[in-house]
């Protein structure tokens, strides 16, 4: 994630945004690589896989996800093709749902899940236990329990009470059950601090420089019922580089190899995690699938050269770059307001139906997203604006800065490219706004996947 509060708006001389945005030729166009691959313009109307914007909202309401299909299940294919000899596992915290499950399981992926909810979520879609991975730096007992009697692939455990844990619940139940070590390489990823994860200081892993992850290995394979297949290590989320994955490898590399020599155990997996970046806006270039499997398999093999040590079976999960590209949030929008500013100039406010609750990133991580209007053609000037939601708080922000046509006004449709990951998933009932439901758009066919929250969603927790 890149933040550019520095470049904030100012000045009189036509509105300013900050250095990386610039004003479109056109403001009525699609900049196509923030878009999925069925998303196109006419005459001013977005439409995707057939659907046009306008049918979506009359049929389903806003503020809504619309997700192209095909295009989710073309980036699931892209990573598993690229990456064909390794396991790539769909990281469902992006998003996750029935729906999407199957097309995870259907395009031949691996499922990662990190609580019980999430479990539950795959099994409903009867996704097969033995290629789900189980994360979550606190599962409890009830969830591991589960996840052991159900056979998942792999846990990926990430604390000493967690061996405990399992250790005791696989004496109980007489089985055995294939275990990782979340390690941290000691990694500074070059992403927003939330959302970085190999660091030391941080809940995450076994710290390979403090020692933990060596003893997590020995308590493992002394421990009778669970079965060391590897390492594991996700350095953070929406990385462009690879050279964070490069440095954790190394490391990662050298402790198998330590293991091996030391203790004479051969693990027959690496996982190198998630967290490749996708183009929210202009200024984000993310790497194609084929150039990210070319680079990374590379460096876990000249390691492992290097090492002297065979080269483990490499897993990925990809969450973000699978999902995200693939979904829209259309809005409606409700009222606009001009905002003066120091120094003369004004800053146009569009609010729409949703907001915070259906896309807290902005919040969260200054996160920057793009929006079109999606309903008509504007022979207007593209002006500075921001889009807002409807929450009560000042940070509501779904879109900091975008130029968008100055005729913009109530009922015309906005729509924001780049929302399929973390939106949903993180989405929440602030004040008591439904959440939205996610349509899914494949061949000029939208069917709900996740229908919408109703009032009487809302008040169904209320004890009366
Ligand atoms: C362990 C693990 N794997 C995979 C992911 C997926 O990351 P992303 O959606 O950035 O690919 C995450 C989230 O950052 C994670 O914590
Ligand atoms: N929620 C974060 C990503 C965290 C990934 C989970 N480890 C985001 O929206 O960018």
Same mark, same amino acid.
């Given at each position: 994630?890149r933040?550019h *509060? =520095?470049?904030?708006?100012? @000045?009189?001389?036509?509105h300013?945004?900050?250095? %990386?945005l610039?004003h479109?030729?056109?403001?009525?166009? $699609?900049? !196509?690589?923030? %878009?999925?691959?069925?998303?196109?313009? =006419?005459?001013?109307?977005?439409?995707?896989?057939?659907?046009?914007?306008? &049918?979506?909202?009359e &049929?389903?309401?806003?503020?809504?996800?619309?997700?192209?299909?095909?295009?989710f299940?073309?980036?699931?294919?892209?990573?598993r093709?690229a990456?064909?000899?390794?396991?790539?596992?769909?990281?469902?915290?992006?998003? $996750?749902?029935?729906a999407?499950?199957?097309w995870?399981?259907?395009?031949?992926?691996?499922?990662?899940?990190c /609580?019980?909810?999430? $479990?539950?979520v795959?099994? #409903?879609?009867?996704?097969?236990?033995?290629r789900?991975?189980?994360?979550?730096?606190?599962k409890?007992?009830?969830?591991?329990r589960?996840?052991?009697?159900?056979?998942?692939?792999r846990?990926i455990?990430d604390?000493?009470?967690?061996?405990?844990?399992?250790?005791s619940?696989?004496? *109980?139940?007489?089985?055995?059950?294939?275990?990782?070590?979340?390690?941290?390489?000691g990694?500074?990823?070059?992403?927003? !601090?939330?959302?970085?994860?190999?660091?030391?200081d941080? #809940?995450?892993?076994?710290?390979?420089a403090?020692?933990?992850?060596?003893?997590a290995?020995?308590?493992?394979?002394?421990? +009778?019922?669970?079965q060391?297949?590897?390492?594991?290590?996700?350095?953070?989320s929406?990385i462009?580089?690879?050279?964070?994955?490069?440095?954790?490898?190394?490391?990662?590399?050298?402790?198998?190899?330590?293991?091996e020599?030391?203790?004479?155990v +051969?693990?027959?997996?690496?996982?190198?995690?998630?967290?490749?970046?996708?183009?929210?806006?202009?200024?984000?270039?993310?790497?194609?699938p084929?150039?990210?499997?070319?680079?990374?398999?590379?460096?876990?093999?000249?390691?492992c050269?290097?090492?002297?040590?065979g080269?483990?079976?490499l897993?990925?999960?990809?969450?973000?770059?699978?999902?995200?590209?693939? /979904?829209?949030?259309?809005?409606?929008?409700?009222?606009? #307001?001009?905002?003066?500013?120091? @120094?003369?100039?004004?800053r146009?406010?569009?609010?729409?139906?949703?907001?915070?609750?259906d896309?807290?990133?902005?919040?969260?991580?200054?996160?920057?997203?793009s929006?079109?209007?999606?309903?008509?053609?504007?022979?207007?000037?593209?002006?500075?604006?921001?889009?807002?939601?409807?929450?009560?708080?000042?940070?509501?922000?779904?879109? #900091?800065? *975008?130029?968008?046509?100055?005729?913009?006004?109530?009922?015309?449709? $906005?729509?924001?490219?780049? /929302?399929?990951?973390?939106?949903?998933?993180?989405?929440?009932?602030y004040?008591?706004?439904?959440?939205? =439901?996610?349509?899914?758009?494949?061949?000029? &066919?939208a069917?709900?996947?996740?229908?919408?929250?109703?009032?009487?969603?809302?008040?169904?927790?209320?004890?009366?």
């Amino acid at each position: 994630m890149r933040s550019h *509060e =520095a470049g904030a708006l100012h @000045g009189q001389a036509g509105h300013r945004g900050p250095a %990386w945005l610039h004003h479109p030729d056109d403001v009525n166009q $699609l900049v !196509e690589h923030l %878009w999925s691959r069925n998303a196109a313009k =006419a005459d001013g109307v977005l439409t995707v896989a057939g659907e046009s914007a306008p &049918e979506l909202a009359e &049929e389903f309401g806003t503020p809504l996800y619309v997700v192209d299909e095909d295009d989710f299940r073309h980036r699931a294919r892209a990573f598993r093709d690229a990456f064909s000899g390794a396991d790539v596992f769909y990281a469902g915290k992006a998003f $996750l749902c029935v729906a999407a499950a199957r097309w995870v399981a259907e395009e031949g992926l691996n499922l990662d899940v990190c /609580t019980g909810g999430e $479990l539950a979520v795959a099994l #409903k879609a009867e996704f097969p236990p033995a290629r789900i991975a189980f994360h979550g730096n606190n599962k409890s007992e009830a969830e591991l329990r589960r996840a052991i009697e159900i056979g998942v692939g792999r846990i990926i455990v990430d604390s000493f009470d967690e061996i405990d844990r399992l250790a005791s619940i696989v004496t *109980e139940l007489g089985v055995t059950a294939k275990v990782m070590v979340r390690v941290t390489a000691g990694v500074e990823a070059h992403t927003h !601090e939330y959302i970085s994860t190999s660091h030391e200081d941080q #809940k995450f892993g076994f710290s390979i420089a403090g020692g933990q992850a060596l003893e997590a290995v020995r308590r493992i394979t002394s421990a +009778t019922g669970l079965q060391l297949c590897g390492l594991h290590s996700h350095i953070g989320s929406q990385i462009f580089v690879t050279d964070g994955f490069e440095v954790a490898a190394r490391r990662v590399l050298r402790l198998h190899a330590e293991v091996e020599r030391e203790l004479g155990v +051969t693990m027959p997996d690496l996982d190198l995690g998630g967290g490749f970046g996708i183009a929210y806006t202009t200024q984000d270039d993310p790497r194609a699938p084929e150039d990210l499997a070319r680079e990374i398999t590379k460096i876990v093999d000249d390691e492992c050269h290097a090492l002297e040590i065979g080269v483990p079976k490499l897993s990925i999960e990809p969450g973000r770059a699978i999902v995200g590209p693939s /979904t829209f949030t259309l809005y409606t929008v409700g009222t606009t #307001k001009e905002v003066a500013l120091d @120094g003369g100039a004004s800053r146009r406010y569009v609010a729409v139906d949703g907001g915070m609750s259906d896309n807290i990133r902005a919040a969260l991580y200054s996160a920057d997203y793009s929006a079109t209007l999606a309903s008509r053609t504007s022979e207007a000037p593209g002006i500075l604006s921001r889009v807002v939601g409807k929450h009560c708080e000042s940070g509501d922000v779904v879109v #900091k800065d *975008e130029y968008l046509p100055a005729d913009l006004g109530p009922g015309d449709l $906005l729509a924001v490219p780049g /929302t399929g990951a973390y939106c949903r998933s993180l989405a929440s009932n602030y004040n008591h706004v439904p959440r939205p =439901a996610v349509v899914a758009v494949r061949a000029g &066919e939208a069917r709900v996947v996740v229908r919408r929250e109703t009032e009487d969603d809302l008040l169904a927790l209320d004890v009366v």
